[in-house]
């Protein structure tokens, strides 16, 4: 992980960690580094943040200076900027958000010319670049210099990529979206319309302000109640940037990353399309999910925390479907990242061809009592390499055994420690969460 760039790309607040000059210089390497023997095309996508305005076009002075023309995309989706680099061409792609944190934060994901995250041996380089490690660039100057083209058509034609995976029409469903006050606000009724469905949508006003506030994926209940209320089939909740999807059954019941994996992975075996026979998971999936999986008799593999790690390991070993909890979900055969929308056109294959509720098919898991607390330190390195954190840890981890574990890990993007437990009941994961904690206090871990 690098000093700006992390599992997710260059995320701060908005012109305190994460400055309009970062952004700049961003736009100057990337527009130098694509462009050194041809004219580079980079293509720009940005949430409804208020300062994703302002990042957009200082990507953009950056990229037209160094002598790249930047297609801009506006408000729109993390993957539709990776379709829209895949079908049209482009060098590179940027995507301009913070994906599920407050307003206040933003971000910068580069996305490569294949539709994945770059390699890092690029944003090591960016970084030296920012930092004044490495000569100034030289300006594009005359018919050399850059051009902004309005790219909105690139959006649209992803719309209807969407709309052209979907094998069956969901007339007579009644379907609830929680587009977050983000990126899906112009973009997910528009799919769901277009494919039958009666669409009931919330949280689809932004304000530059209110994106991921008490909505979307990071706060289900206001999904879960409009479901409830208004007695619909199901529901989908999306992120601010529209990677990620949790759904809701017909009675209000959450339906996270983990059961959309158990339900698709295992239709997709129905189906005889697992490739492998595997489920590609995090470390952070519930010990549930891998009891379903096993009873099934599907395999499955843990990768790091990062839809990145879960799509290389995908990548590498042909499998078709894996992902998050939190609802990043990837199928391989379809998208090179999570694409909320495109999860929630899969889940409603497997509900129409199952002719099952989305309750039904999720209830066959028995998700173990799980509780995550985030910790904020002072030095993420030092909390974790602490000999009395290891100690209570390795303590946790024999006296739970095979009934239960103990997760403690760094934030990619924050300054937290996540520290996890699950157990077979919400007393057990409590004591062991807070011991650990305990410890961090008493060895002046912990900030506030």
């Known amino acids: 992980m690098g000093k700006y760039f992390g599992t997710d790309g260059f995320r701060g607040e908005a012109n305190v960690t994460l400055t309009v000059q970062d952004a700049f210089k ?3 390497y990337l527009g130098w580094y694509y462009g050194q023997d041809h004219k580079a095309r ?8 208020r300062s994703s305005y302002m990042f957009e076009y200082a990507l953009a002075a950056g990229l037209t200076a160094s002598g790249a023309d930047a297609y801009l995309l506006h408000v729109t989706t993390t993957p539709s900027v990776a379709y829209v680099v895949r079908l049209d061409d482009f060098d590179c792609g940027i995507m301009i958000t913070a994906s599920h944190n407050p307003y206040y934060d933003n971000g910068i994901k580069v996305i490569s010319g294949n539709g994945q ?11 030296a670049y920012i930092d004044g490690k490495t000569p100034e660039l030289a300006l594009a100057t005359r018919d050399s210099i850059g051009r902004t083209i309005d790219y909105v058509s690139g959006r649209n034609r ?3 990529h969407l709309i052209s995976l979907a094998t069956r029409s969901f007339k007579n469903y009644r379907i609830g979206l929680d587009c977050a006050n983000g990126s899906t606000s112009s973009i997910a009724k528009n799919v769901f319309d277009a494919l039958g469905a009666r669409t009931y949508v919330i949280n689809a006003d932004p304000d530059g302000t209110n994106i991921n506030r008490e909505c979307g994926s990071t706060h289900i209940e206001s999904l879960q109640r409009f479901v409830r209320e208004n007695k619909l089939d199901l529901g989908f909740a999306f992120d601010g940037d529209a990677d ?4 809701v059954d017909e009675n209000g019941n959450e339906v996270n990353g983990d059961l959309i994996l158990y339900v698709c992975g295992k239709y997709l075996k129905q189906q005889g399309k697992l490739a492998n026979n595997t489920v590609v998971t995090t470390i952070m999936s519930n010990l549930g999910l891998y ?3 096993e009873r099934e008799g599907i395999d499955y593999v843990q990768t790091k925390v990062g839809d990145k790690y879960v799509y290389e390991n995908m990548l590498e070993n042909g499998h078709v479907i894996g992902g998050e909890q939190s609802g990043h979900i990837i199928f391989s055969k379809l998208e090179t990242t999570g694409d909320g929308i495109v999860t929630a056109l899969q889940i409603m294959e497997v509900v129409i061809e199952s002719k099952k509720s989305l309750g039904a098919l999720a209830g066959e898991v028995r998700i173990f009592p799980q509780l995550l607390k985030n910790v904020h330190v002072t030095d993420k390195k ?3 390499e602490n000999e009395a954190v290891q100690s209570a840890i390795e303590k946790a981890k024999a006296e739970l055994g095979s009934d239960g574990r103990i997760l403690v890990r760094a934030s990619g993007t924050e300054p937290l420690i996540r520290v996890m437990a699950e157990a077979e009941s ?3 994961c409590a004591k062991y969460v807070y011991d650990i904690i305990a410890v961090m206090r008493q060895q002046n871990l912990i900030t506030g």
Request: aromatic residues 2%; contains cysteine.
């Open 117 to 127: 995250k770059i390699d890092s041996a690029i944003e090591d380089k960016m970084e």
């Open 382 to 384: 030092a909390a974790m």
């Open 158 to 160: 992803y719309i209807g």
């Open 291 to 293: 009891k379903a999986l």
């Open 244 to 247: 990620r999807c949790i759904a």
């Open 42 to 49: 980079i293509v720009i996508g940005k949430d409804t943040r």
């Open 426 to 428: 919400d007393e057990i």
């Open 26 to 28: 961003v736009g100057r």
